[in-house]
């Protein structure tokens, strides 16, 4: 019996004498460097594709000084914000012939140094970062005198320069809640994030901005910041909802806890007897009733201004760091325009 079929990769030489040309006519054909009479081209093409020739990669990497290679971290892949954005960041380093490294963090500091780390032992030539909450900053000073470039996506590390793109969490926060103030609510409750969390901490403060533009009384019973992902959640959400002066109207810090407040006042049978508008658009707010109004980010355009500053800097641009700030914008849909009693 025969043992098992060794597979050899085709290599230059072997295209080279197939195509009855010289090593360096072939070289040229597949770097695309220096003139090939089209004829030749099409001779040595036609031995590329007989043969499954396919360029070492990693060998033109490594006479170049560089791997090719860039990461991005975000809090979850899972989230349809950062699905979207990482497809765009995807997007940009392929067309630049980069391969992208993706990881969680899980909103865990200690677990975004690890990836941080594995992506520069293994040479990526520079990472963008949605910032755990916690992040050390003498870690990340570190790692960019190490030579690693850094953007940041979403949101930034206090005392640490470096590109950075971000939504104007503020400015929409206060837009969505000042929308529910127009159409006659003035008892709004703010579902979020820990107020520690950078875009959660952004997103309250415009909802106080639009409170006190309106001249409404900040009511700390109507605010409940947590991580929307806990089990433990519906005795303080019930709470919020059952007052004595309860809220008319509801704005959701984020897509996770727009989903997890509207499953709960779908249980409770209140799904359209509050004003609603969420931070961040999600899957399927179109086709519910009524339709979710939502203060939409642009995720698709953060991932691709966050990969061509990151290749910009890789490819040893120096000049002074930018801040990119993107205005989300209000998607009118039903829920945000339920009226309330001041209407």
Request: overall charge negative; glycine content about 10%; proline content about 4%.
């Amino acid at each position: 019996m025969s043992g098992p079929t060794t597979r050899t990769r085709a290599t230059m030489s072997d295209v080279a004498a197939a195509a009855g040309v010289s090593l360096k006519t072939v070289s040229r054909v597949v770097n695309q460097d220096g003139y090939v009479s089209a004829e030749t081209l099409a001779t040595v093409q036609e031995a590329i594709q007989r043969l499954g020739f396919r360029r070492n990669e990693f060998a033109r990497q490594l006479r170049q000084g560089t791997t090719a290679t860039i990461g991005l971290i975000m809090e979850d892949v899972a989230d349809p914000f950062y699905s979207v954005l990482t497809r765009a960041v995807e997007d940009v380093a392929l067309a630049h012939n980069y391969l992208l490294l993706s990881a969680s963090s899980n909103e865990d500091a200690s677990r975004s140094r690890q990836i941080v780390e594995s992506f520069s032992s293994r040479g990526a030539d520079g990472i963008i970062l949605a910032p755990a909450q916690g992040t050390d900053p003498a870690f990340l000073a570190a790692e960019i005198a190490a030579g690693c470039s850094i953007v940041f996506v979403d949101r930034i590390v206090p005392g640490i320069e470096a590109d950075t793109v971000l939504a104007d969490n503020a400015g929409g926060s206060c837009e969505g809640v000042t929308h529910l103030i127009a159409h006659g609510h003035r008892r709004i409750a703010f579902f979020g994030d820990d107020a520690s969390v950078f875009t959660a901490g952004e997103r309250l403060s415009g909802y106080r901005l639009a409170l006190a533009d309106a001249g409404i009384a900040f009511d700390d019973d109507l605010v409940m910041l947590a991580a929307p992902t806990r089990d433990d959640l519906e005795d303080g959400i019930d709470r919020i909802l059952d007052l004595e002066d309860p809220p008319t109207a509801i704005f959701a810090g984020n897509n996770r806890w727009s989903v997890r407040l509207l499953r709960h006042l779908k249980s409770r049978g209140e799904i359209a007897t509050r004003g609603f508008v969420g931070f961040d658009d999600f899957e399927l707010s179109d086709v519910l009733e009524p339709g979710v109004t939502v203060i939409a980010q642009d995720p698709a355009t953060m991932g691709q201004l966050s990969a061509d500053l990151l290749l910009r800097r890789v490819g040893g641009d120096r000049r002074a760091f930018e801040q990119v700030r993107l205005s989300p914008r209000l998607v009118v849909r039903g829920s945000g325009e339920l009226p309330g009693p001041h209407a």
